[in-house]
Structures are given as C-alpha cells and as structure tokens.
C-alpha cells in the first residue's frame, strides 16, 4: 500500500499567540508562514489535519471560545479534521493515528506550537509509531525565555530531531510533492 503525505498544523490558536503567551511571541509570522504551507498543500492535493489544544486547565480563564479556537486566518475547509487534544501529543489519547491511517499517511509535514511542547512530543511520537517527519522549521513557535532566545531553543530541538531522523525544511523551500 502506498503512503501518502498529511500536513499537520498542531495548536495554532489565538489563546497561544498573545504577548504574554507561554508559547510563541511571534504569532503573526507564524500564522502566514502556516497559511502558506496549508495553500500550498490543498493545491498540491495533500490532505491539512488540524490538532487543537482543548485542555482548559492549560488556557487562562477568562479567554474567549474564538481565542480557543484554531487561528481565523488558517481555519479548516469542510471535510478537513480536527484532532482534539488534552496532552501534548497529538498521538497520545486522540483520534490521530485513526485518521492517518484512514487516508494511508505515512508521510507527516508539521508546523505549529510550541517547539517545547506540543510539536516535539507529537514529532518524536509520530516517529516513534514509524512515520517519516518533516519540519517546517521556520513555521513551528516558541517562546522566549530568559538567557535563551526562541530561536535558540527551536535550534536545539532541531538538532535533536535531525539526530531522530527528521527532515527539516523552511517553508519556502518545501514541496510536499519531494517531501
């Protein structure tokens, strides 16, 4: 059976975007960096999975359902899936390897939130579980912290995902279609 390529877009949403978020401080380019993966994997024919955070004990309180919501600017199509979370990985209590299994993926592109989190226990999971993994490294967030930068940490988890096998391409330069 032949294997095909998803991309997946984990935790893109407003709650994690702001200013004092926990998880990226540059949720603008992050979000248009997204929408060009996603515009270019609808034209090339390749199917977008969606994962959403829907942990409350995880958001603030007083945060609005749009802001829990996925990113207005990168919203599903009809028929797109959106796998819903309540730990850090996608694979980790989810409908995830349900559905990539339903389309025969074997082939996952990922971008999103947050380098730290989400997307580095997905990643290593999604290899775990033998799929081959692609990063779209200047498309997936972090956030600063003190003595070390975002940039500096996304760089760091980098190595450790090229040394697990993964590829690891900025968005200009990916082409599902090589992936």
């Known amino acids: 059976m032949a294997g095909r390529t998803a991309?997946?877009?984990?935790?893109?949403?407003p709650v994690f975007m702001n200013p004092d978020s926990m998880l990226t401080l540059d949720?603008?380019?992050?979000?248009?960096?997204?929408?060009?993966?996603?515009e270019r994997a609808r034209a090339e024919g390749i199917p977008v999975i969606y994962v959403q955070h829907v942990d409350e004990d995880d958001m603030p309180k007083d945060?609005?359902?749009?802001?829990?919501?996925?990113?207005?600017?990168?919203?599903?199509?009809?028929?797109?899936?959106?796998?819903?979370?309540?730990?850090g990985s996608a694979f980790m209590q989810t409908k995830l390897e349900e559905v990539l299994t339903s389309k025969e993926i074997t082939h996952l592109v990922v971008c999103g939130l947050s380098a730290y989190g989400c997307v580095n226990q997905t990643v290593l999971h999604a290899r775990l579980f033998n799929y081959d993994v692609t990063v779209a490294e200047?498309?997936?967030g972090a956030p600063d912290h003190p003595g070390f930068p975002a940039q500096e940490g996304i760089a760091a988890f980098a190595d450790e995902w090229t040394k697990a096998g993964m590829k690891l391409v900025k968005t200009a330069d990916l082409r599902f279609q090589e992936t």
Do not use: M, N, W, Y
């Open 27 to 38: 949720g603008d380019d992050l979000v248009a960096k997204c929408r060009t993966l996603i």
């Open 63 to 87: 945060v609005s359902p749009e802001a829990k919501a996925i990113h207005s600017d990168i919203a599903p199509t009809l028929g797109e899936p959106i796998v819903e979370k309540i730990f």
């Open 7 to 13: 991309l997946l877009v984990i935790d893109v949403q």
């Open 138 to 140: 200047d498309a997936v």
